[in-house]
């Protein structure tokens, strides 16, 4: 089991940055794969980066694409998502997820808000 644990949200304005943090506790943290998922009022969930359990891959979706940067520390458990140029556009609850074997995003912490103002 792994459990996850989101901080870094907030009000900014847009232009502005914010970093994310998710800090994992339980079995095999170094061996999941990650990924921030996010999800706009009224809209679906949008999985917006993701990273390997090396740190070394990663990827975004297009919308975010120069703007955000997923990371991780695999001491500290602890894996990241600095955020850019922030637009009005991002404004979501953002969850931290990890991978179990096969099965993408298959644990979530319990979301962080980001909100940013025109």
């Known amino acids: 089991q792994v459990q996850l644990v989101e901080s870094g949200g907030g009000l900014v304005q847009a232009g502005g940055s914010l970093r994310l943090s998710c800090a994992a506790s339980?079995?095999?943290?170094?061996?999941?794969?990650m990924a921030w998922v996010r999800q706009a009022p009224g809209k679906g969930r949008e999985p917006v980066a993701s990273?390997?359990?090396?740190?070394?891959?990663?990827n975004y979706t297009d919308a975010v694409k120069g703007r955000f940067t997923i990371s991780r520390d695999n001491d500290k458990n602890t894996v990241y998502l600095q955020m850019n140029s922030l637009k009005p556009d991002d404004t979501a609850v953002y969850y931290c997820t990890a991978d179990r074997g096969s099965a993408r995003y298959y644990y979530w912490g319990q979301g962080t808000q980001v909100t940013v103002s025109s």
């Open positions: 990273i390997s359990c090396s740190g070394t891959s990663t």
């Open positions: 339980g079995r095999t943290f170094n061996c999941n794969p």
